[in-house]
Nanobody, 125 residues
C-alpha cells in the first residue's frame, strides 16, 4: 500500500514561515517526480510546485516564486516545501503528490499517480 504522509501544517501569522514535509512509503521514491498542490474552499485545486525525480529541476507558480522552496532527499523518501513570507491568500489544504513525469518544457509534474491526505495551512492577517 502506498502511503503519502504530510506534516508541518498549522496556523501562522502573515509574514511567518512553515515547512511542509511529505514522507512516502510503498513506492520506489526516486521513480517519481513530486509535487505540492493546494485547494482553498470554493476554489479549484492548483499545482504549487514540482520537482524532478532526481532533484535539481523544479517549478513554481508565479504566486509563490521567491517565497517557497521545494526540495527532496531520496535517501529518506522525503520531500518538502519551505514556505516563507506567508500571505493570507496562501491559506489552503496542501496535498503531496507523486507524478509519473516531470515535463522539462513546462516544468509540470503530470500525471499524478498518488496523493496524500492533505494538510491545512492557515495564514492569519
Amino acid at each position: 500500500e502506498v502511503q503519502m504522509v504530510e506534516s508541518g501544517g498549522g496556523v501562522v501569522q502573515a509574514g511567518g514561515s512553515l515547512r511542509l514535509s511529505c514522507t512516502a512509503s510503498g513506492l520506489i521514491f526516486d521513480d517519481y517526480a513530486m509535487a505540492w498542490f493546494r485547494q482553498a474552499p470554493g476554489k479549484e485545486r492548483e499545482g504549487v510546485s514540482c520537482i524532478h525525480r532526481q532533484g535539481g529541476k523544479y517549478n513554481y507558480i508565479d504566486a509563490v516564486k521567491g517565497r517557497f522552496t521545494i526540495d527532496r532527499d531520496n535517501t529518506k523518501n522525503t520531500m518538502w516545501l519551505q514556505m516563507n513570507s506567508l500571505k493570507p491568500e496562501d491559506t489552503a489544504t496542501y496535498y503531496c503528490a507523486a507524478a509519473s513525469m516531470y515535463w522539462s518544457n513546462s516544468g509540470y509534474c503530470q500525471p499524478v499517480r498518488y496523493w496524500g491526505q492533505g494538510i491545512q495551512v492557515t495564514v492569519s492577517s
